[in-house]
């Protein structure tokens, strides 16, 4: 699928806008958003169980974190992961930050049916690249 814009000559389209591809070299804009959009990130407790793991994700060379920003109840980072390998290191990122921010919150906070759930069931992931003018 293509997108058109104004601002392009004639003949120029736009590629697709998401997509969870691994991509080699790319750049990878993502985002995630905390269950039913709660603002767990008020607290700095939760703020740093997230950080501290996506620094991980930097130090143990899994990605390069290249930009990063944390609201209330979602977040974005830009980056570069290890052989384009996207889909490992956000779910890495996912699973690993759910289980630090359930063990800091109060007993059932997280609770879904019988199992807990941290994060909306998909992170938005896309390719910066396919931003670029074809």
């Known amino acids: 699928m293509t997108y058109h814009s104004p601002f392009l000559k004639d003949g120029d389209v736009m590629a697709k806008k998401w997509t969870n591809r691994n ?8 985002s995630g958003n905390i269950r039913d959009r709660r603002p767990v990130f008020k607290y700095d407790k939760y703020c740093r169980a997230f950080l501290e793991e996506l620094q ?27 052989n384009g390998d996207i889909q490992t290191a956000t779910g890495i990122l996912k699973c690993f930050s759910a289980k630090r921010i359930v063990e800091l919150a109060p007993v059932g906070a997280f609770l879904n049916g019988d199992e807990n759930q941290v994060w909306q069931d998909n992170l938005i992931v896309s390719s910066i690249d396919s931003y670029v003018l074809h």
């Open 23 to 30: 991509l080699s070299g790319a750049l990878h804009f993502v």
């Open 56 to 82: 991980d994700l930097r130090t143990k060379g899994k990605c390069k974190i290249i930009a990063f920003v944390l609201m209330p109840e979602h977040f974005h980072f830009v980056a570069n992961p290890k």
